[in-house]
């Protein structure tokens, strides 16, 4: 669909809409062609091609809202869903903070500029997406004899395409173009079997990383992982890697979120301005920053999105609102809204960013002379109310400032605030991998479950 | 009875063909085009679904969603390979499209044969007789359960400061046409009702959840249950206000029946995945006839069990699904399977080939999975402690299926001394190793309990709605993630 007729439909929508007695609208239409070859063994094991779009309307019957969505992009099928839609908002409660966000000044900013959309999108034949996914597959294996087994290497692109129109006169719309490659195997000694991954992705195709690098790396991981012992139960330092790093980051930021704030819901209710991390710890959002996988235009209320710091040298500086929970808590928005097609707005983020140190991750586990480094973490055992964290993990230990050995079957807890308070040494090794960037972070103590 | 379930099914295929024009010549000749000697299985998929929500915070319902989604998913399966494409735009050259997509995955020149569509028999009744109407209840009236769900959280206790309680309906009607001309149509109601509950005391705040579900009519969750809900979430947030840190390392723990059934679910359920094991990449491939667990633990997976949350008539292949022995008195016995991975295996499939929509091909996935109850009363279970975890509620698991490590989360937990609940406890994670936790199961008890209905399980980025049931058990030496 062109952007003309894309804007042209929702512009019917919201009409329709506004006809049956809606005093104000705001539609949203996604479409998405994804495309994945995976191969397993040298062979070809799957094709896959999802081109898909639906269409989200929010309407509002003075402060009541309600929200549809649907796949069925038929103008008479629409008509229905804009009646249906207003009928019942005519059930839900008013809410006096409940309403469209005023987009407030500024141009959109230009898109080209922001390096998320390969234009026209690279045209890969399929013979090249499976050469590249069976190179990935074949480094991966010829790293050691003991990678003996894969559950495949996929090769995945995808372009996006997002627009959205409200009664207040927005319109705006972007794509996306994103490019992956992806390898997960098997290390098999003795009675050990252990699997590791590892993916990149860009969204320029030629800046996509080399499908052997993904699968020697992936290789790697799997064997530093062969015959992992389990550690004895321990108050230690834990380091988290870069990749689990993001993790933490995420239940940080998603205590900021103004939706948590105004329910009472999170640890970091108020805080604003005083510390809750570590003075080492900076950390902002940039929803501009080029190539940025949380990168966009404006958020999911059509208000453009700015740079901010979120803490500064450990002081939170500031929540994330978007219109309706920062109305309710007597602010603004910070242009966090978030939009799916079937829900009305939440909070989310765009790209958020801790600042590096400047030492490296080697020096970190050096520093820390006896304890955990951490390199996956699984369950959900995180509280956002209490700050409260234990989650199972799997690492090495470290004796000596040098790693010993591969571990698993722990678990690794403690609570939010303290730990983010008690961050001793922030890494040198940022890097771009997805919408949260953190380089790894040596935490000071926290309680290790095992044998 | 029988018959109402081929007259529900025939009206389904109705739907379809009224809706999207897929009757029978078209079906016949899009899947006669998906011939040849490379081709070893095909079929279509064909969804519509209707989805209703209605939810509640601060003692106003805020917000009401309708949703539609509608789709065709074609496959094709040649040896281990799979060809896969979509369509919401369903008419008979899109359909044709897609099947030539999907066809690229297979070498060979194309063939054509003709093909004779044949409606699936069935002879049960539907596990889940639910109307439209069953679920057409009107908003104000569940407006007004929403509003009672606030009250009797609220009139629980005075700590509760929060209460968010939310419904939904679903309605989805599938039908799925393969190569050999069988269809099998059917229509999936899913209703849910949950309630979250927070309570502050001396700046301290905990939260509390609790739901219903299942394949039932809406007037089940009404009125009682929904109150029910409400209450429960809030004594639990209660309950947590009083919680003390957990001790930490490796102890006896105690679940209680019902949720913590989750436990099979990582465990084992997951690695029996006929996917994970024809491929040789789970930590129990290759074991079956083993002892994975101690002589007291029978463990199936049953889809058909009337009106559950992980039931199905048939799986989102057309095969009809089945109660499945996973583990027989501590003998592993048989995994789950889809179509492809049966094949492969040389196996039979057993109706697990699941999928979350249109656009997503199936694979194994579990249903209900389930722990025969043992002889030993549940108290004496509990009293059995000297010191260690009773377990009585959880949040979300997970699994690395090629090493057997999985954890589960506590949200509800106690710490036993002597027999004896000392103190509630905080969240904690629980890790083990599934391919040897179960055998130290060491006491199961009488009082088998399937879970409230609102589990959902997740794999390689598919949700589907599942259920586990679990009597009360004491397993040694599990290794408890708490701070203390």
């Known amino acids: 669909m062109k952007d003309s007729e894309t804007l042209d439909l929702l512009s019917f ?7 049956n007695g809606a005093t104000a609208a705001d539609a949203l239409l996604v479409s998405s062609d994804d495309s994945v070859v995976g191969v397993r063994k040298g062979e070809v094991e799957k094709i896959h091609r999802t081109r898909s779009r639906g269409i989200g309307l929010r309407v509002f019957r003075g402060h009541s809202q309600a929200v549809v969505s649907t796949s069925d992009l038929d103008r008479g099928a629409l008509e229905n869903l804009a009646r249906e839609a207003v009928e019942m908002a005519g059930e839900t409660q008013p809410d006096p903070f409940a309403g469209l966000s005023n987009p407030g000044p500024g141009s959109l900013p230009d898109i080209h500029a922001l390096e998320i959309h390969e234009d026209p999108p690279r045209d890969i034949p399929q013979e090249e997406r499976i050469r590249l996914a069976i190179e990935a597959e074949k480094a991966a294996f010829g790293e050691d004899p003991r990678i003996v087994n894969s559950e495949g290497a996929e090769f995945q692109s995808t372009v996006t395409h997002v627009a959205m129109v409200n009664t207040e006169g927005f319109s705006g719309s972007y794509a996306r173009t994103l490019y992956g490659i992806s390898c997960s195997v098997i290390a098999r000694e003795d009675d050990s079997m252990e699997r590791d991954y590892w993916y990149e992705q860009s969204h320029y195709f030629r800046n996509l990383a080399h499908p052997g690098d993904v699968g020697r790396h992936a290789g790697r991981r799997a064997l530093s992982r062969l015959h992992p012992r389990r550690p004895q139960t321990t108050t230690c330092p834990v380091l988290f890697d870069a990749e689990v790093a993001r993790s933490l980051i995420s239940h940080l930021v998603g205590g900021l979120s103004g939706y948590a704030l105004y329910r009472n819901a999170t640890y970091l209710k ?4 005083t510390r809750v991390a570590s003075s080492g710890l900076t950390i902002r959002e940039d929803p501009l920053l080029k190539g940025g996988f949380g990168t966009r235009p404006f958020d999911g209320e059509g208000v453009l999105s700015k740079p901010k710091i979120l803490v500064d040298h450990g002081i939170l500086r500031t929540y994330l609102f978007d219109s309706y929970s920062g109305k309710k808590m007597g602010r603004s928005t910070t242009g966090n809204a978030s939009r799916s097609l079937g829900d009305v707005p939440h909070v989310g983020i765009s790209n958020v960013l801790v600042e590096p140190g400047t030492r490296t991750k080697d020096d970190l586990i050096h520093d820390m002379k006896r304890g955990l480094y951490v390199t996956e973490l699984i369950g959900f055992g995180v509280n956002q109310v209490t700050g409260d964290y234990s989650r199972g993990a799997f690492g090495f230990w470290v004796e000596n400032g040098e790693i010993q050995f591969p571990v698993a079957e722990m678990t690794i ?12 040494e922030v890494g040198s090794d940022i890097r771009l991998r997805s919408s949260i960037s953190s380089p790894s972070l040596l935490v000071e103590n926290m309680r290790v479950g095992g044998g | 009875m029988g018959r109402e379930q081929e007259s529900s099914s025939s009206e389904v295929m109705k739907f379809f063909e009224n809706r999207f024009g897929a009757h029978e010549g078209v079906l016949a000749d899009i899947l006669g085009s998906a011939m040849g000697r490379h081709i070893d299985d095909a079929d279509l998929y064909f969804e519509y679904t209707t989805a209703q929500s209605l939810s509640m915070e601060e003692g106003m319902v805020k917000k009401g969603g309708r949703h539609v989604s509608q789709g065709v998913g074609a496959r094709i399966l040649s040896g281990e390979k799979t060809g896969y494409a979509i369509t919401e735009e369903i008419r008979p050259e899109t359909l044709h499209e897609i099947i030539r997509t999907a066809r690229s995955i297979s070498l060979g020149t194309e063939g054509v044969s003709a093909l004779r569509i044949t409606p699936a028999r069935r002879d049960s009744a539907s596990l889940y007789p639910v109307s439209d109407t069953d679920l057409d209840v009107p908003l104000s009236l569940k407006k007004e359960l929403l509003l009672e769900a606030d009250s009797a959280a609220r009139s629980q206790d005075p700590r509760v400061v929060q209460v968010m309680a939310s419904v939904s309906t679903e309605m989805k009607s599938v039908m799925v046409v393969r190569r050999d001309g069988l269809v099998s149509a059917d229509r999936l109601p899913l209703v849910r009702v949950n309630v979250t509950v927070i309570a502050e005391e001396n700046g301290q705040r905990q939260t509390g959840s609790f739901g219903y579900g299942g394949r039932i ?11 029910h809900a409400a209450r429960e979430a809030a004594r639990q947030a209660i309950v947590n206000l009083g919680a003390r840190p957990c001790p930490t390392g490796s102890m006896p723990v105690v679940l209680g029946p019902g949720w913590p059934g989750i436990l099979l679910h990582e465990a084992i359920g997951h690695g029996l995945e006929g996917d994970f094991n024809r491929k040789g990449t789970s ?6 006839g083993e002892h994975v667990a101690s002589s007291l633990c029978t463990i199936v997976d049953d889809g058909t069990l009337p009106h559950r949350r992980g039931s199905l008539n048939v799986d989102d292949e057309g095969t009809p699904t089945q109660r499945t ?15 492809l991975n049966a094949r492969l295996m040389g196996a039979a499939p057993t109706g697990n080939g699941r999928r979350e929509s249109y656009a ?17 009363d549940p108290e004496e ?8 975890v009773y377990a009585v509620n959880f949040g979300g698991g997970q699994v690395d299926i090629t090493s057997g490590k999985f954890v589960f989360s506590t949200s509800e937990a106690y710490w036993v001394e002597n027999g004896r609940i000392q103190y509630p406890v905080r969240g904690a994670t629980l890790i083990g190793n599934g391919p040897d936790v179960l055998t130290r199961v060491s006491m199961v008890g009488s009082d088998l309990h399937l879970d409230p209905g609102v589990g959902t399980c997740g794999k390689d980025g598919q949700s589907v709605p599942v259920g586990v049931g679990l009597p009360t058990i004491r397993v040694e030496n599990l290794t408890v993630g708490g701070t203390a």
């Open chain 1, 13 to 19: 929508v919201i009409g329709r809409a506004r006809a």
């Open chain 1, 270 to 273: 108020d805080r604003e301005n």
């Open chain 1, 413 to 424: 807890a403690g609570n939010l605030d303290e730990m983010f308070q008690s961050v001793v």
């Open chain 2, 217 to 227: 009519p809406f007037s089940e969750v009404m009125g009682e249950p929904l109150r």
């Open chain 2, 283 to 288: 930590a129990f491939s290759g074991r079956i």
């Open chain 2, 325 to 339: 022995v996973l583990i027989e008195n501590g003998v592993l016995k048989g995994y789950l399977q889809d179509r």
């Open chain 2, 360 to 376: 997503h091909p199936p694979m194994p996935r579990m249903t209900n999975t389930i722990m025969l109850p043992g002889e030993t």
């Open chain 2, 381 to 388: 279970i509990v009293r059995s402690l000297d010191k260690g």
